[in-house]
């Protein structure tokens, strides 16, 4: 009876625990008065057991090239969603590559988390860097030449969906597709002269 009633304690304490440090759910959110009353001060947590605030939203970066034709115009591409092309590529693959997964999502990650929103460095060399790491990701995968021409310009930007919280949660959020642009870049290779043109 005794290792009974010892399991049963031990069993309820990693569970009011658990929903302190879990994020927030509609468990934890139905009894939080009970689980704060249990967990403070004597068993209060300083670290999170999961990310305390996971990612909500779906990130697409998308590329666009301006491009300088034989002739010497230029054109201007359409915007190329390259997460969907990593998406694409990581379906129906059982191993698919660290750099599917992961690099161009990093990049974008490094630039956003060393410039503020108006694209003004926050980091100092690491702005810079984070750019230069964006920047050749994007013209290695556009390619040299595009449309019959030469790629002198890459602008990059971000299409940001926040998902839908599923209808027993209570929430509501807006789900329209927010986009954040990046100046253009010139690519390092471009031939010299057409950086300039617009």
Do not use: C
């Amino acid at each position: 009876m005794t290792v009974g009633v010892v399991a049963v304690g031990a069993l309820f304490h990693l569970g009011m625990v658990f929903l302190h440090v879990a994020p927030s759910n509609t468990l934890s959110k139905q009894h939080a008065s009970a689980v704060s009353d249990y967990v403070y001060p004597e068993f209060e947590q300083n670290w999170k057991l999961f990310a305390p605030d996971p990612l909500q939203q779906n990130i697409h970066v998308q590329a666009r090239a301006e491009v300088r034709k034989p002739d010497g115009g230029t054109e201007t591409t359409g915007w190329v969603d390259m997460t969907a092309m990593d998406v694409a590529d990581m379906r129906h693959n059982l191993l698919p590559s660290h750099s599917q997964q992961n690099e161009l999502r990093r990049a974008w990650g490094y630039y956003t988390d060393t410039h503020n929103d108006q694209n003004q460095p926050t980091s100092g060399n690491g702005s810079d860097l984070s750019s230069t790491y964006l920047s050749n990701i994007l013209a290695e995968r556009l390619g040299p030449r595009l449309n019959g021409g030469a790629v002198v310009r890459i602008q990059a930007r971000a299409a940001t969906t926040t998902v839908a919280r599923p209808s027993w949660s209570g929430e509501s959020v807006d789900t329209t597709t927010q986009y954040r642009e990046l100046p253009w870049w010139i690519v390092p290779t471009a031939p010299a002269g057409q950086e300039n043109a617009s």
